[in-house]
């Protein structure tokens, strides 16, 4: 068993994490994460602490499936691409998605928390694991900057602040030849909202990013590609696996657009 002392933003991602074990244990799994469950399974943590249960991992699981299939479909276009999944936490996405020897995979996240990946999950000859901050930008020299990028980072932008997120943007699109960026961002009242998101406020972290408008990265270099708010994630299919109260609060929050988009998923181009 590997014990685990994360604290603040670090923490959460044991958050995340639980709530992919927990999809993968219910009846109709979304993301069907066995590398997941196997994890915390080998984690002495007291994960229940969280605030995740099996209702609210939904929210987990509806974030991560379209970011999967987004994904999916630009390695499909590019199986000559560089992956940086930045602010990985424990997630294996690198697993779920499988994608060919051909295209390689960098895992970015702050040194404890890679040090923990490479225990629970071994490695493959096109991944590797970085360990720094994604703000300490030297992390970027490692990588090389003369194919396509896929840049995915989710659950990641909220935690930075305005201005080390723009620097990061402009560092990744002058970086590359082209690429795409996936992630999730928070709305302003989202980021004020922060102390009724459960696993944020027990993990003891701070949000500061907010971002009301997606156009507005279009001034570092980006193109919007497609924004989804969160009454918006799931695919009727991937609705039909949710439980009953869980499609209900989904339909009231398409009611509600400043609630839904508090939390949004964002596609560019660059
Ligand atoms: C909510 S968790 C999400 C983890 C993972 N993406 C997932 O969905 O399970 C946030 C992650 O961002 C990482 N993080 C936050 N700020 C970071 C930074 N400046 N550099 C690298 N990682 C960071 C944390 O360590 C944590 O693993």
Excluded at 14 to 20: D, I, P
Excluded at 196 to 225: F, Q, S
Aim: charged share 25%.
């Amino acid at each position: 068993m590997e014990k685990v002392r994360f604290t603040e933003e670090k923490a959460t991602n044991l958050a995340t994490l639980y709530g992919r074990a927990l999809d993968y244990r219910s009846a109709a799994p979304i993301l069907g994460d066995k590398a997941a469950d196997d994890a915390v399974r080998q984690i002495d943590y007291d994960f229940a602490k969280l605030g995740i249960n099996r209702d609210s991992a939904a929210s987990v699981t509806l974030r991560a499936k379209p970011i999967d299939d987004w994904a999916a479909e630009y390695l499909a276009r590019h199986p000559d691409a560089i992956v940086l999944h930045l602010g990985c936490g424990l997630d294996t996405r690198f697993q779920r998605l499988a994608p060919p020897d051909t295209v390689h995979w960098y895992d970015v996240d702050y040194p404890e928390v890679v040090e923990l990946r490479e225990k629970l999950y071994g490695d493959a000859p096109n991944h590797t694991n970085l360990g720094s901050s994604v703000t300490d930008f030297g992390w970027l020299d490692q990588v090389p900057s003369d194919r396509p990028a896929l840049v995915v980072a989710e659950g990641l932008t909220m935690y930075l602040t305005a201005e080390d997120g723009t620097e990061l943007v402009r560092r990744l699109v002058a970086k590359f030849p082209s690429g795409e960026l996936i992630c999730d961002v928070f709305s302003k009242l989202g980021i004020k909202a922060q102390k009724l998101n459960t696993p944020v406020r027990r993990a003891k972290a701070t949000l500061h990013w907010g971002i009301d408008d997606p156009h507005e990265l279009e001034r570092y270099g980006l193109d919007l590609v497609s924004s989804l708010d969160a009454a918006h994630w799931s695919t009727p299919e991937v609705a039909a696996r949710l439980r009953p109260v869980t499609r209900f609060q989904l339909r009231l929050l398409k009611y509600v657009p400043p609630l839904a988009r508090m939390a949004r998923l964002v596609r560019y181009r660059f």
